[in-house]
């Protein structure tokens, strides 16, 4: 019965370690996907900006502003539908 208790042990040690590694290894990959998404937020604001900046030199800055931000608006709806598509 000792030796039972003693391989039950050694095992739920070694099962503790071994879920360590997997939470460890699971918390760099969130923290390295947060980092990605900021990064690609950032560079989409860029894009933007630049497309908006590009636009003013042919019309007014409203009407700048307007089609950058019907563009975002269409490319998010784009995403939403795709996301609930795949959600279903």
Do not use: D, K, N, Q
């Amino acid at each position: 019965m000792s030796e039972f208790v003693i391989a039950l042990l050694e095992l739920l040690e070694a099962e503790g370690r071994a879920f360590r590694r997997a939470l460890r290894r699971a918390s760099f990959g969130v923290a390295f996907l947060i980092i990605a998404t900021l990064l690609v937020l950032a560079g989409f604001s860029f894009l933007m900006a630049s497309g908006y900046w590009a636009l003013t030199a042919f019309f007014s800055a409203s009407i700048s502003a307007l089609i950058i931000g019907s563009t975002i608006l269409c490319i998010a709806a784009a995403l939403g539908f795709a996301a609930h598509r795949a959600l279903r």
